[in-house]
């Protein structure tokens, strides 16, 4: 089987690669077309358009920035009638809304749909351990299951199209909420003049420790934030999305709302396409 690959960025590079690595033929697209060299060293045709991409392949996968550049790429007039036949895999973080309604254009062009968003970084993604949320149908979940499996040993079947895509936004809200809450008190901690090994020791032991406050920690201490497994300007368009379909739902997102402002203000202090970790510098700016 011969797999289209739209979108070779940060965590679709190292995606692709893996198929590669698995002798499966990708035929590759992205934009910006330097970043399809290192897939093309390893062995990926690499497509001059995307209906070039679509045309060659069995199935589709899109690891593209947002549902806006998926109907520019994917259902573009141009490549939309190269799609019936086929079955199309998005794997990149868009709302439950956008997922529904660009599966009903997918399958009115006469092609299938699954979406099949991943949880983790870019080593995890280099080594097959991401967390892939499926939401397909039963049949559907059962034909391309051991496919996705060249990126996470347990594909999870969540539901049908759309609970992926909320699940997936659910776990990206809990990303900035826990990041900023993290950032405010490590901040506090060090403004106090406290140590902040003794405060991050009682953390751990704690039922308020997340390993993910390990992680940033150290990033945020030098305020480096480069290198990024994931840049603030992708965490602040997920929290918008997530913002967008809760209010649709009732729930109260004030949190949040504060937590956008603190992304946006990361984004205006130059430090969109540095690592998330970033937000650390709007809530505790250095001293003039």
């Known amino acids: 089987m011969k797999v289209g690959f739209l979108g070779t960025g940060l965590m679709g ?4 690669k893996r198929l590669l690595d698995a ?13 399809l060299a290192p897939l093309q060293d390893a062995g990926a045709k690499i497509a001059d358009s995307p209906q070039e991409a679509i045309r060659e392949s069995e199935c589709v996968i899109l690891m593209l920035t947002n549902a806006t550049a998926i109907d520019e790429v994917l259902l573009s007039e ?14 990149g973080t868009i709302s439950p ?12 062009a006469g092609a299938e749909y699954i979406e099949a968003p991943v949880l983790g970084s870019i080593s ?23 496919f996705l499996k060249h990126f996470s040993s347990e594909p999870l079947h969540i539901g049908s199209v759309g609970a992926a895509a909320a ?6 809200q809990l990303i900035a909420s ?3 809450a993290f950032a405010l008190s490590l901040g506090f901690v ?12 009682i953390l751990r032991q704690s039922a308020l420790f997340a390993p993910t406050f390990d992680k940033k920690l150290q990033r945020m201490l030098d305020r480096n934030y480069e290198n990024p497994n994931f840049p603030t300007k992708h965490l602040l368009k997920d929290t918008n999305l997530f913002l967008n379909e809760a209010k649709l739902n009732g729930l109260n997102v004030s949190s949040l709302e504060g937590i956008r402002q603190i992304l946006e203000m990361a984004q205006d202090m130059g430090l969109a396409d540095e690592d998330y970790s970033a937000l650390f510098s709007a809530i505790n700016p250095e001293d003039e």
Do not use: C, H
């Open 178 to 180: 826990l990041t900023s």
């Open 167 to 172: 699940v997936k936004l659910a776990l990206n």
């Open 13 to 16: 590079q190292p995606m692709a």
């Open 97 to 108: 809304t956008e997922s529904k309604a660009i599966a009903s254009q997918i399958v009115a």
């Open 124 to 146: 995890e993604a280099e080594a097959g351990k991401l967390i892939v949320m499926v939401g397909a149908s039963d049949e559907q979940f059962q034909q391309w299951s051991d």
């Open 78 to 91: 141009a490549s939309r009638p190269e799609l019936k036949g086929r079955t199309v895999i998005q794997m």
């Open 190 to 201: 060090q403004r106090q003049g406290a140590d902040v090994e003794l405060f991050m020791q």
């Open 23 to 35: 002798k499966i033929p990708v035929v590759a697209y992205n934009r910006t077309q330097s970043k």
